[in-house]
């Protein structure tokens, strides 16, 4: 069996990433003094934590399985959680350009 090219994975990520932003609950948290937010994104699978630096310094990350597994295969750092956080979340929007260069 082949590996999914990179434009598959990602638009199959979109799509659970939009499925998230409908069905999760989201609670966020400020720490670190206000750098680093934390959401807890809800789902009926599990709670997932993704955390993102509002200055960009470091790049997000997730507790979900998937993540961890992308990164291992080469896809890229990014996970349906954090592609939710990042819509969802006004002031970390602009970090979705560099999922998409």
Do not use: N
């Not at 989201?26 to 994104?41: C, P, Q, S, Y």
Request: charged share 25%; proline share 3%; aromatic share 8%.
């Amino acid at each position: 069996m082949s590996k999914p090219t990179i434009e598959a994975v990602d638009s199959k990520l979109f799509d659970q990433a939009r499925e998230t932003l409908k069905r999760a609950q989201f609670v966020t948290r400020t720490v670190d003094g206000g750098g680093t937010v934390e959401v807890a994104v809800i789902e009926r699978s599990g709670t997932w934590t993704v955390t993102a630096d509002r200055d960009w310094v470091l790049e997000p990350t997730c507790t979900c399985h998937d993540f961890w597994a992308r990164a291992r295969w080469g896809y890229g750092p990014w996970c349906r959680h954090v592609v939710a956080v990042l819509v969802r979340q006004e002031e970390l929007r602009c970090q979705l350009l560099d999922l998409l260069m």
